[in-house]
């Protein structure tokens, strides 16, 4: 399900394809591959071609129009000096439409009143626009009154290792174009895709704090920021593993992996993986609390099994001898003392503990064993 928090914009995961450096052959196995898994938006890049443009031009319709057949929506990424080189005007986009592009990405942007036409363009081509700089820039467009149902953002992509947007600025960016009801889109890195659209290759991603990170864990925090619609994997290809994984993700409700101790009883297993869990409203610095567990097996026997002193991710379940408290299940926020009340049945993997500040009060949130 890929429906987006707080309005009803679908959700959608995609690939990125390069032309240039592949075949039409392996990017279409590619395509049918993300198709299968249920991507539906894919980014490519005119910015980086060279050589033969006539074959390159002629291989992108191709791979572009067999795309269009399974649904799928191809934004083409381009600049003013694309614009140039292809002799083609920003009031006709035909070149585009005929190309079979959704859409056309402006990695540089004009002065604002240039997109505001290409939104009106008679093909209903959407007009993307970088978001990672945080100026006036959108605020300019919007004052020329574009057609907002074809004006869309998305990230960059950041090849060089430490040179990825910071996670403040990130945030200030994408506030700018939700204040503007603009649909946003973020790129994340394969950890086994091998290239992109340039020689520098130490991963692909929009935020730095992603780059080493597994690629549903960086999927999973984008969905919970709730200021990106669209998540694209900005490195080819990613792996079979990998789309699969992110299909399976569920953009609405959190899902953290874990590790369960050996320790853990049946019972406890059972409130831990398959017990409704929500945050409860009344905030403690120290906990995140799931309470209803504790309703439904208040008749049920929870002795004492493990009992170390309480870390950050730790997944607990208070036992009998904390009395009315027994069967409750808790996510640890900081480091406790556990005074012998507190089974500590699991952990969060270490990559995700910080997805708990991502957590709201009442939001829903669930566990899947790594």
Same mark, same amino acid.
């Given at each position: 399900?890929?429906?987006?928090?707080?309005?009803?914009?679908?959700?959608?995961?995609?690939?990125?394809?390069?032309?240039?450096?592949?075949?039409?052959?392996?990017?279409?196995?590619?395509?049918?591959? *993300?198709?299968?898994?249920?991507?539906?938006?894919?980014?490519?890049?005119? /910015?980086?071609?060279?050589?033969?443009?006539?074959?390159?031009?002629?291989?992108?319709?191709?791979?572009?129009?067999?795309?269009?057949?399974?649904?799928?929506?191809?934004?083409?990424?381009?600049?003013?000096?694309?614009?140039?080189?292809?002799?083609?005007?920003?009031?006709?986009?035909?070149?585009?439409? $005929?190309?079979?592009?959704?859409?056309?990405?402006?990695?540089?942007?004009?002065?604002?009143?240039?997109?505001?036409?290409?939104?009106?363009?008679?093909?209903?081509?959407?007009?993307?626009?970088?978001?990672?700089?945080?100026?006036?820039?959108? $605020?300019?467009?919007?004052?020329?009154?574009?057609?907002?149902?074809?004006?869309?953002?998305?990230?960059?992509?950041?090849?060089?290792?430490?040179?990825?947007?910071?996670?403040?600025?990130?945030?200030?960016?994408?506030?700018?174009?939700?204040?503007?009801?603009?649909?946003?889109? *973020?790129?994340?890195?394969?950890? *086994?895709?091998?290239?992109?659209?340039?020689?520098?290759?130490?991963?692909?991603?929009?935020?730095?704090?992603?780059?080493?990170?597994?690629?549903?864990?960086?999927?999973?925090?984008?969905?919970?920021?709730?200021?990106?619609?669209?998540?694209?994997?900005?490195?080819?290809?990613?792996?079979?593993?990998?789309?699969?994984? /992110?299909?399976?993700?569920?953009?609405?409700?959190?899902?953290?992996?874990?590790?369960?101790?050996?320790?853990?009883?049946?019972?406890?297993?059972?409130?831990? /993986?398959?017990?409704?869990?929500?945050?409860?409203?009344?905030?403690?610095?120290?906990?995140?609390?799931?309470?209803?567990?504790?309703?439904?097996?208040?008749?049920?026997?929870?002795?004492?099994?493990?009992?170390?002193?309480?870390?950050?991710? $730790?997944?607990?379940?208070?036992?009998?001898?904390?009395?009315?408290?027994?069967?409750?299940?808790?996510?640890?926020?900081?480091?406790?003392?556990?005074?012998?009340?507190?089974?500590?049945?699991?952990?969060?993997?270490?990559?995700?503990?910080?997805?708990? $500040?991502?957590?709201?009060?009442?939001?829903?949130?669930?566990?899947?064993?790594?």
């Amino acid at each position: 399900m890929w429906e987006g928090k707080g309005d009803v914009k679908m959700r959608k995961l995609g690939i990125s394809i390069y032309p240039e450096h592949s075949t039409v052959e392996k990017d279409i196995e590619y395509i049918v591959l *993300a198709h299968k898994y249920g991507f539906k938006k894919i980014f490519t890049c005119l /910015l980086s071609v060279e050589g033969d443009k006539e074959k390159i031009m002629r291989e992108f319709k191709e791979t572009i129009a067999f795309a269009n057949q399974l649904g799928m929506e191809v934004m083409v990424d381009i600049s003013p000096r694309v614009f140039g080189d292809l002799d083609i005007s920003y009031k006709d986009l035909s070149f585009f439409a $005929d190309l079979g592009a959704y859409g056309i990405r402006l990695d540089m942007g004009f002065t604002g009143t240039e997109e505001s036409i290409m939104t009106h363009n008679p093909y209903n081509l959407k007009v993307e626009i970088n978001m990672s700089n945080a100026t006036h820039y959108l $605020d300019n467009l919007i004052a020329y009154k574009p057609n907002k149902e074809n004006l869309v953002g998305s990230h960059n992509f950041y090849p060089h290792r430490y040179a990825g947007l910071s996670y403040a600025h990130f945030l200030k960016c994408c506030e700018q174009f939700k204040h503007h009801n603009i649909r946003t889109a *973020a790129f994340i890195s394969s950890q *086994a895709a091998t290239y992109g659209p340039w020689p520098v290759t130490e991963g692909l991603c929009t935020l730095e704090m992603h780059r080493e990170l597994p690629i549903v864990t960086q999927a999973k925090h984008l969905f919970a920021t709730g200021v990106i619609d669209d998540v694209i994997i900005a490195n080819a290809y990613a792996s079979k593993i990998e789309l699969e994984a /992110l299909s399976t993700l569920n953009s609405e409700l959190l899902t953290l992996y874990i590790e369960l101790y050996d320790t853990i009883t049946e019972l406890e297993k059972k409130i831990v /993986l398959e017990e409704f869990h929500f945050y409860r409203g009344d905030v403690s610095e120290y906990l995140i609390r799931s309470t209803q567990s504790r309703v439904k097996y208040k008749r049920e026997e929870l002795k004492p099994t493990y009992t170390p002193d309480i870390r950050r991710g $730790d997944i607990l379940i208070e036992n009998e001898l904390y009395g009315q408290y027994k069967g409750e299940l808790q996510i640890a926020l900081k480091d406790m003392e556990n005074s012998g009340k507190t089974n500590v049945v699991g952990r969060i993997v270490e990559e995700e503990i910080f997805l708990l $500040d991502y957590l709201d009060p009442w939001e829903k949130f669930q566990f899947s064993i790594k």
